[in-house]
Every structure is written in structure tokens, then in C-alpha cells.
DNA sequence: CCTACCGATCGGTAGG
DNA sequence: CCTACCGATCGGTAGG
């Protein structure tokens, strides 16, 4: 019952809170925010509804969270990878970026919340509203200083200008796993999405 | 008190119900279907909460009337347009399209109930999961026939297949709406799909 | 973290 | 027998 051992209060505290927001995760990704229950995310958690509020004293809380919880992965991979700079290493950051759309096919889970929750804060006055606008904003400008980074390069075949270009990138992607969710057989993102990076830079073909 | 006058029951009928169905757009568009409530949709009606019940028996059927009178709307569009055959008119199928485009962004209402419902309805179990899976399915026919009978013609200039085209011209669109949703100052959806369009068909530049 | 609750509101239905 | 509703309330459940 102490800290080294791995166990102790603190321990379960963090297990309790993993378990609590991957049942967010599901019951987000399933009914979104607003179709969401406390009491049903605390079934799927094991615990009961007044020790979910123990934890999250608001439903905004949860949500938070878990937003919070795919942000920090995010970052983590990004630094593992060489796709930090996308001014400095253009190429590598829309390789690492294929790569990603790869392995979120094996999370379906999260690609759902992204997708059900994206739309839900399309309207103003959802609490994440302001962190899809800021996250979009913040894609966009990474993949426009990769296209630019190419630009000057003189490697980017396509008409459009690199602002342009990232805004489509950012749709294509999540146009094509809205489509996937939907029909996970008849489309294919990898390759779809590998068409466009191609037809927009044609070094990448390499 | 006739028909013709437009008076009487039978266009009270029609008004009211014409009435409740706007009151949907926003609710649904506003919190989905989920998160909307019977009786504030009655309260956005002007009517009484089982006022509204008398016009439709489940809060399923207000979903279902709301999109089947969006897809009355689409082709009603449709075929007062060129485009009803896309493999007999693909260029007119396409240029088309980037009218409706155009013409969504004078009707935010609408794209928001469509972003919203179509990210809601990824969850297998959503009344409307069927009824997107099917739209997205005759969508990307609709394009595939089009950039067929372009690539018959020898006017197709992408590496891409047309299904591949067809799903990535979807994918871009919905979620160049998303975005715009978001940001519509720095999101410029007609010239993004322009491009995209320009860069596999060549012959739509003219 | 549980049992025991609250003010309110949910989707849907009663009689008139 | 039809329509277009109303005020009140049902049994359950919401977030807290």
C-alpha cells in the first residue's frame, strides 16, 4: 500500500480516471455530448454515479477531458516523430500524417467521438465548440507550413495556394472518415488521401 | 372556407407542419437529435407541446419528415437542372454541384442540421445511420458516374479511379462545410473545390 | 466512493 | 366521425 508498489489510492485514482474517460470516449463517441449520460458513462466505468461526480464534478468536466486525453497523445506522437517542424521537414510531416490516418483505422472508437463531437460543436454555444475551431485553425496552419516549406522548393505541382491546400487536406481527411464510419468496406482512405498528397506534390510519389 | 381560397383545414394543416419542420432544422441543427426536445421544438413551432404530438406521434418522425423534405428539395434541384444524368452530362453534373455549394452558404441552417446529423448518425444504432449511409452511398454514385463518362472522354487528368474521385469529392465538401461552420472568414469553400475539380478535370477550367 | 435524495424536465398519453 | 389542438399529468430519468 504505497506509492512505489504501484498500488495505494493514488495508484487507483488514475486507474478509476482512466476507466472513467474511456467510457467517455464511448458514450460520447455513441450519443455525443448532449446524448450522453452521467449515470450511463458511470455504469461503463463500474462505478456508480456519485462516485463519478467525485471525479468530475461536471458533465463539461468529462468532455474537457477526454479532449484533453487525445490532445496529449497527439503531441506525444508528433514529438516521436520527425514531423515536428513542418516548415523544416514538409515531406516528413505529410508522411507522419498519412501514417496517422493509417492507425486511427485501428481506433475506431476515437475517429467516432472525433466525428459525433465535431458536429455537435458546430453550434456556438456547445462547450467544445471553441476547442474544434482552435484545433481546425491549428491543423490548418501546420499543413500550410508544410505546403509552403514546398512551395518555395518549387516541389508543389498543384494550382492551389498552400492555405487552400491545407484547408482541403484537413476536409479530405475528415470528409473520408465520416464516409468510413459509414461504410468501412467501399472506401478507402489511405489511398484516397494518397492521390491527393501525390496530384498536390509529386515528389511524395517516391 | 374552400380549397382553392388556400384556406381552410387542410392548408392550416400544411402551415403548421411547415412551421414545425423549420423548428426542427434549428433544434436538431443546434443540439442533434439527441440532445433536441419535443417540447422546445413545439415552443419554436408556436404551438403546444401536444399540439405537436397531434402532427407527429414520436419525436423519430419529426427526424424523418426533416429529411425526407431536404431530399424533396435536392431533387426537385436536380431536375430542374441539367444534371439529372450524370454519365449523359458529367461536366454539367459537376458544375451543378458547385451551385448547390454556392448556394448552401446563404442557408447555414441547413448545412448545420446536416453536419450535426451526419456526426451524430455514425453510431450504428441513430435513427438516421440508414438514411446517411444510403445519401453518402447515391452521392458518391452520383460523382462516380460523372467522372466515369469524363474519363471515357479521355478528360480525366487525375491518377485516381473514378470511385476514389467520387469519395474524395465528397469528403471534400462536407468537410470543407465543417470547417466553414467553424470559420467561415478564412474557410473559401468554392475555390477549394474548384481546385480539386480543375486539377482532375482539366475541361471544367473553361 | 455509496445510499438517499432534490428541482426540473424528458418523451409520450390521458380526458375533453 | 373528422380536424386541430389544450391543460394536466403519467412513470422514469436527467444533472447535480
Redesign the interface.
Known sequence: MNASSGRGPYAKTAEVRRRILEACVDAF???????ATMKDIAKRAGISHTGLLHHFARKEDLLIAVLELRDERSARFLESADAIDPAKHPVEALRGMLTVIVDSELQPGIM?LH??????A??P?HPA?TY??ER??SV?RFYTDAYTALAERGELS???DPK?LA??T???????Q??W???RD???ME??IH??L??AVPGLAR
Open positions: 463517441g455513441e450519443t455525443g455530448f448532449y446524448g467516432e466525428c459525433v463531437l465535431s458536429g455537435e458546430t453550434s454555444g465548440h474544434f475551431a481546425y485553425r490548418r498543384s494550382a492551389a487552400t484547408a482541403m484537413l476536409a479530405l481527411i475528415n470528409g473520408l465520416a464516409q464510419l459509414f461504410d467501399s472506401v478507402k489511398s484516397a492521390a491527393f501525390v496530384s
